[in-house]
């Protein structure tokens, strides 16, 4: 399984960015699908994740400017980021876990850049 994020940028604040994740197989294999993000020298961080059945859930630090979903035609994944923050600059990687194989995936990263 490859999960393959693309959608990175430079961004003003204030403005979006989409980021995608793009899967090697059918999205419904996975049980959760999410968003971390993480600095140079810090933890990963939580951002968003959707499950099997639709339910999403987010860090407090991006809801209501942030929105998670997934094309299962497509195979990919979504993080539409609007209202971005300087604070919001990090390397983006997606996640899906499949269950049937007790796996976690990840994608590569992507960079997002976010000036005041």
């Known amino acids: 399984v490859q999960l393959q994020a693309s959608g990175g940028g430079l961004a003003q604040a204030g403005g979006s960015l989409r980021l995608s994740c793009a899967a090697s197989t059918s999205i419904f294999n996975f049980n959760v699908m999410g968003w971390y993000r993480q600095a140079s020298g810090k933890q990963r961080e939580l951002v968003a994740t959707?499950?099997?059945?639709?339910?999403?859930t987010y860090a407090d630090s991006v809801k209501g400017r942030f929105t998670i979903s997934r094309d299962s035609a497509k195979n990919t994944m979504y993080l539409q980021m609007n209202s971005l923050k300087p604070e919001d600059t990090d390397i983006y990687y997606c996640?899906?876990?499949?269950?049937?194989?007790?796996?976690?995936?990840w994608g590569q990263g992507t960079q997002v850049t976010v000036s005041s």
């Open positions: 959707i499950s099997s059945g639709g339910h999403t």
């Open positions: 996640s899906a876990h499949w269950s049937t194989f007790r796996q976690t995936y």
